[in-house]
């Protein structure tokens, strides 16, 4: 099973802290670890030498991100032509390598028309290598408005046994050419980025999926020293009953949550993703997850990190925003936000940034 350490990478899911109120009898009301001195439960924690181990950093080739930026280029273009955002075809001129066309076509195997072999409006890419050998080569110097046929044989062998090995001809007709400039205008307008060419496209592609691999390395470190943390702390005191009962409730309805969704019990949920009854892996979050909070609150004290309620709201300003929610106000009604919770996951982000420059990384 995976350590609650998870909920520190998704602040939708909001994180550590305790979502539920519980009556105190006329104690204090124990919501958070910030309600408690968390130095009277845990032993001292020495944070000054940790060294974790972690997959390296991904390096994305150009043929993959070529393979990616590829697809994704003519799946735009169907797109594209899908909305209505293409100008005009264009028409004036002939069919050439890395032209994505708009094309009707029938294909017909002893000439009867085979299953799957018929399409109107279709967009290819020429140069894509989607189609079988010869079908995309046959269309270069084709003008728009034109019919061919042509006369191909599928290879052998094929996914469709029918077809492995056939002679077939294609009848196609070119309805024109689709304008790159509109392509990447509509992806431009998507994304908010700035490519004039598919080469620009191509290197945006790879820059982005470099990005994405390098958040993932920096998660993995991020993931590994909240675990070493989980791992490395001992308890010496029992947390207070308030504080364990909220984290079961907190554990036990996301896990209700999640099966609901998949229209199953707790139960099952729990045991099919998790290998644990619903009660093994309550308790098992649960308490992972407070002894997480609880270390850095240690942390975090310590260290000086707590932050006011002030720069707390600017930090989650900035999130929301960052979701698409202008309205801050508006915001926390429709998303019920607890803004104890927030502030514990913003400590979190703070211990683990002001430790990545004290861990020791390597890489295996």
């Not at 270069?140 to 062998?157: A, M, Q, R, S, Y």
């Not at 896990?255 to 707790?266: G, H, K, V």
């Not at 909070?293 to 002030?310: H, Q, R, T």
Request: charged share 25%.
């Amino acid at each position: 099973m995976k350590k609650a350490v998870v909920n520190y990478l998704k602040p939708a899911a909001v994180m550590a802290a305790v979502i539920i109120s519980l009556a105190g009898c006329g104690k204090k009301e124990i919501k958070t670890v910030f309600d408690i001195d968390v130095s009277d439960y845990i032993e001292e924690v020495d944070y000054s030498n940790i060294a974790v181990s972690v997959p390296a950093a991904s390096t994305v080739s150009d043929e993959e991100a070529k393979s990616v930026a590829d697809k994704q280029y003519l799946q735009l273009a169907q797109i594209t032509k899908a909305y209505g955002q293409v100008s005009e075809l264009i028409t004036d001129r002939a069919v050439q390598e890395g032209d994505v066309i708009d094309l009707d076509y029938s294909g017909k195997k002893d000439g009867v028309q085979f299953d799957g072999g018929t399409a109107t409006g279709q967009s290819l890419w020429i140069g894509s290598h989607s189609f079988i050998d010869g079908f995309e080569d046959g269309l270069i110097g084709v003008k728009p408005g034109e019919t061919v046929d042509l006369n191909l044989t599928f290879p052998d062998p094929y996914t469709n046994p029918d077809l492995a090995g056939a002679d077939v001809v294609f009848t196609c007709t070119v309805n024109g050419i689709i304008p790159e400039k509109d392509i990447l205008a509509y992806f431009n307008q998507s994304y908010g980025s700035d490519v004039g060419t598919y080469d620009d496209f191509l290197i945006y592609i790879k820059d982005t999926l470099q990005q994405g691999a390098q958040r993932q390395y920096e998660t993995a470190v991020n993931n590994a020293i909240v675990e070493h943390l989980i791992d490395n702390v001992n308890v010496k005191k029992e947390f207070p009953s308030q504080l364990i009962l909220a984290y079961q409730q907190k554990a036990q309805d996301e896990l209700d949550t999640n099966a609901t969704y998949y229209n199953t019990t707790a139960d099952e949920y729990a045991q099919q993703a998790f290998g644990k009854t619903a009660n093994e892996y309550v308790q098992d979050t649960s308490y992972d997850q407070l002894k997480m909070d609880a270390v850095m609150a240690y942390i975090g004290k310590k260290e000086n990190l707590f932050i006011s309620n002030e720069e707390m709201e600017t930090r989650l300003r900035e999130l929301l925003l960052s979701y698409g929610y202008e309205d801050y106000e508006d915001a926390l009604e429709k998303l019920q936000i607890d803004l104890e919770q927030y502030k514990v996951y913003f400590l979190e982000e703070d211990v683990v940034n002001f430790l990545r420059n004290k861990v020791t990384v390597s890489e295996n």
